[in-house]
């Protein structure tokens, strides 16, 4: 019997190996609620600013220049004004402010003005608590008609916080004084304030400037409201493949301020109905700068088996564990755009059983025991860029794979852990009217080297081409376009979205290198299109999330199943209380 279905254990092979690590791969872009999320740019000052710039001097009874016998100011001839102290400025743009008050006499209250023009220039570009300041002289001293003015450039006294419980007053602290640079620029403080906003850990942001008593230093005053840390995520879906269950249930916990510092302890948990998959979850991710690099820890084990199909009663099981340490380091990073960079490591191995527990090698590349391994090390760039009509998200990941840890080594041209594959990965999220959101996605995997299955680039499924069976076709190359419309059809009292009629169309294919022993199935192009609801709020309960989705095949492949997924159905349930 196995000799006569010798292309199908093959094709079992990638379903299995592949299936059993498919769901802890976190390295696609899709177009969830949290990634189609953009900014609103026209948002108002959160800064408040309560510096009184009439007083710029502290003491206003000192005169800069001494007074005549009978109390009245001494004008002085003023040739020249020098002006100290500016790293914001050229000596150029200085001297044209105050060009008008050279070459004339001026009172005391004149220089002051004088001086009043360079703060105000300061000011005209958010330069909040930066003055210029005349220097005390007497007349005698002014005899050259050169008056000095010294420029006090602004800083931060004090960074006040006020309202935390548990997270750390440093980790809000330092990413404010990223943006507290001298001189102090309220535009740059406000973009850091605002990235506190839309940071997870916190609800809300609010700050006040106000003055220290120190000429040219300020004390920043941050109001915060902290977010609930800890997060259950319960999810049911079929996402699945048919020949494993189909249908699963998930469940994640995930605290993301474990000790107060921003560290984030998550578990997962998923297994489909069928008992045919268990997927396991365990990361710790710790931040190491303010800039938000963080590293991150993960161990992924999981178990599967044939429950449905023709082959469900031969016991073909696998098993597999992924090992990854990651580091992510954003580079740029504002309310508008984040570049950044990272550099990982994945261990992973798996091994296919027949009889439940007899070592079987399925796939061309495993040892005689079924046994594969593949040590990666992957750098990637992210980049997302918005607007106020929509988000440009880009990544690019380069994947090594190498010899290191027993990692599986074959001979030409049998695939092993030695390759190299880039993947890039493109989305457009676009605002076209109040009701239209249109999402499109691209991915692309190219590789010059036969790939082992847990590499190859995967293609059908409710997550990938709707209208096929999950992991409908799979190969060491691969594109995916996926294009949909979110109508919004009915809002709640607030105005937001609560349910979105979704018309998409999805295409892609994958061809494998020449010569790779892991032949492919007929028929590796694939496209659809159909149309999706999305319901927030679904049923009226609060926080629960329903998708349902309708994809129509465009090419109707020879080995269709009579699967839910088979006829183009997909569902899936999220609450997270």
């Known amino acids: 019997m196995l000799k006569n279905h010798s292309f199908k254990f093959q094709y079992l092979s990638l379903l299995i190996y592949v299936i059993s690590i498919l769901i802890i791969s976190a390295n696609k872009v899709q177009a969830n609620d949290e990634k189609v999320r953009f900014n609103n740019l026209n948002q108002e000052p959160l800064i408040e600013s309560e510096i009184n710039h009439s007083s710029l001097y502290g003491d206003k009874n000192k005169d800069i220049i001494t007074q005549t016998e009978n109390n009245q100011p001494q004008s002085i001839f003023v040739r020249e004004i020098k002006v100290l102290g500016s790293t914001v400025f050229s000596n150029n743009q200085l001297q044209q402010t105050v060009q008008s008050f050279t070459n004339q006499e001026l009172t005391p209250e004149e220089i002051r003005k004088a001086a009043d023009a360079i703060t105000q220039l300061y000011l005209n570009e958010n ?23 010294q420029i006090i450039e602004g800083s931060l006294a004090e960074i006040q916080i006020i309202g935390t419980r548990k997270l750390s007053q440093n980790y809000i602290r330092n990413r404010i004084q990223l943006g507290a640079s001298v001189p102090l620029n309220a535009i740059k403080l406000e973009k850091k304030l605002r990235l506190l906003r839309v940071d997870p850990l916190i609800d809300n942001v609010e700050a006040s400037l106000r003055p220290s008593g120190n000429i040219g230093q300020s004390i920043l005053v941050v109001r915060v409201k902290e977010a609930k840390s800890f997060q259950v995520d319960l999810s049911a879906d079929n996402y699945l493949h048919p020949s494993i269950g189909a249908e699963k249930l998930g469940i994640q916990l995930a605290e993301k301020n474990l000790t107060g510092i921003g560290d984030e302890l998550a578990l997962a948990y998923y297994r489909s109905v ?30 599967s088996e044939i429950t449905s199909g023709e082959f469900k009663d031969l016991g073909i099981k696998a098993e597999s564990e992924l090992y990854e340490i990651n580091y992510r380091q954003p580079l740029v990073r504002t309310p508008r755009e984040e570049l950044a960079l990272s550099l990982g490591f994945i261990h992973q191995n798996g091994q296919t059983f027949l009889n439940f527990d007899q070592p079987f090698p399925f796939a061309v590349g495993t040892d005689p025991d079924g046994v ?9 760039q992210d980049y997302v860029k918005r607007d106020s009509q929509g988000a440009w998200s880009l990544r690019s990941q380069l994947n090594f794979g ?3 840890l027993d990692a599986t080594i074959n001979n030409e041209p ?20 109040e009701d239209h959101l249109l999402i499109l996605q691209a991915d692309l995997q190219l590789t010059p080297d036969s790939l082992l299955p847990s590499q190859q680039f ?14 409908a076709r799979s190969g060491d190359n691969g594109f995916r376009i996926a294009i949909e419309d979110r109508i919004t059809v009915h809002r709640n009292v607030a105005g937001l979205p609560v349910i979105q009629v979704i018309p998409f169309t999805n295409i892609g294919t994958v061809w494998n290198k020449s010569g790779n022993p ?8 694939l496209a659809s299109a159909g149309l999706g609801l999305l319901w927030y709020q679904a049923l009226g309960i609060d926080n629960l999330t329903m998708r349902l989705d309708y994809g129509i095949p465009f090419v109707e492949l020879d080995d269709k199943g009579n699967n839910a997924q088979d006829e183009g159905f997909y569902f899936s349930l999220r609450y997270q209380p």
Do not use: C, H
Request: aromatic share 10%; glycine share 10%.
């Open 414 to 433: 049998t695939p092993d852990s030695r390759f190299f594959s880039w993947l890039g990965q493109i989305q457009r999220v676009q605002k076209l009217n």
């Open 458 to 471: 995967i293609i059908g499924g409710g997550q990938s081409i709707r209208g096929y069976r999950q992991n």
């Open 372 to 380: 594969s391994r593949t040590s990666v090390i992957q750098f990637a």
């Open 402 to 404: 190498v010899g290191l």
């Open 518 to 525: 892991n032949t492919l199935q007929d028929q590796t192009f």
């Open 127 to 149: 330069y909040l608590n930066s003055r210029a300041i005349p220097v005390t002289q007497t007349a005698e001293n002014t005899k050259n008609g050169i008056v000095e003015i």
């Open 274 to 303: 069928t008992g045919g998959a268990n997927i396991f979850d365990f990361s710790y991710q710790i931040p190491v700068n303010a800039m938000d690099g963080k590293v991150k820890i993960r161990f992924a084990p999981s178990n």
